[in-house]
């Protein structure tokens, strides 16, 4: 399984910003899906995760009620939709999928990862 994040950019503290993984093929829908990101000088660190079919979401607490994930298991697709950013949400953001079908922020539990997408949020 190959994943493409995409979606990246500068935007300003407060505003919005959504990402895409697209992933290269169909069995990407029986997989738990997540959200990771990594900061200069900062291990990489836990956003989101949703479950194969989506019925289920985890987040880590700093992202809860900003941050939404979701998927397309048609388009082969899952989603970061980030609302209210901050400085602090300045990382390379990763998408992943894991060994599973449910939702965990274990980082040992993904085995494809994407090459990252940059979001840069200004004060």
């Known amino acids: 399984v190959q994943l493409q994040a995409s979606g990246g950019g500068l935007v300003q503290a407060g505003g919005s910003l959504r990402l895409s993984c697209a992933a290269s093929?169909?069995?990407?829908?029986?997989?738990?899906m997540g959200w990771f990101r990594q900061a200069p000088g900062k291990e990489r660190e836990f956003v989101a995760s949703?479950?194969?079919?989506?019925?289920?979401?985890d987040y880590a607490d700093s992202m809860k009620g900003r941050f939404t994930i979701s998927r397309d298991n048609a388009k082969n697709t899952v989603y970061l939709q980030m609302n209210s950013v901050k400085p602090e949400d300045t990382a390379v953001y990763y998408c992943?999928?894991?060994?599973?079908?449910?939702?965990?922020?274990?980082?040992?539990?993904?085995?494809?990862w994407g090459r990252g997408t940059q979001v840069t949020v200004s004060s």
């Open positions: 992943a999928a894991a060994r599973g079908a449910w939702t965990t922020s274990d980082k040992s539990a993904y085995q494809y």
């Open positions: 949703i479950s194969w079919r989506g019925q289920s979401t």
């Open positions: 093929r169909r069995t990407f829908s029986n997989n738990g």
